[in-house]
């Protein structure tokens, strides 16, 4: 088998196409809660603490000196981050557990009871008439 056909025959599966679909949906998903993050909810938390803006906040560890730069760390981006990580997080929860709610109710659903095939009635009525005898 050639390289080119196996690697079709892989590309093709259902599971990679799914698994491509779900990583682009996600990338967009998350450029949304990133701008759901940074553009709404975290001016308002930045102004009920003071007017910070948390892509502000660092700590100088060496100043800069001539041409290079100062060593900072960024401790504002990855407060920016875990609220980023936290709101997925939880809208991800929700989904699951919705999904989980909704294969519950399919398996709960009462079985329909068996169609009683016309030849058995027909011998549980003989039957019964030789018990009778």
């Known amino acids: ?3 080119i056909k196996e690697f ?4 093709l599966k259902g599971n990679v196409v799914d698994l491509a679909v779900a990583i682009i949906i996600g ?14 909810i975290m001016p ?4 009920l603490l003071g007017g910070v803006d948390f892509k502000d906040l660092n700590v100088v560890l060496k100043e800069a000196e001539g041409e290079l730069p100062a060593v900072v760390l960024s401790y504002g981006n990855f ?15 929700i989904a ?7 294969k519950r109710k399919e398996v ?3 079985a329909a009871p068996p169609e009683v095939v016309r030849s ?14």
Request: glycine fraction near 4%.
């Open 96 to 102: 699951i557990k919705g999904m989980n709610s909704f």
């Open 79 to 93: 407060i920016q981050n875990v609220v980023d990580f936290l709101i997925i997080a939880f809208v991800i929860f």
């Open 120 to 133: 058995e009635v027909l011998l549980e009525e003989i039957r019964d008439l030789l018990k009778k005898k």
């Open 8 to 11: 079709k025959e892989f590309a």
């Open 27 to 40: 990338v967009a998903f998350g450029k949304i809660v990133t701008s759901f993050v940074n553009d709404i």
């Open 44 to 47: 308002p938390l930045g102004v």
């Open 108 to 110: 709960e659903a009462p």
């Open 1 to 3: 088998m050639s390289l």
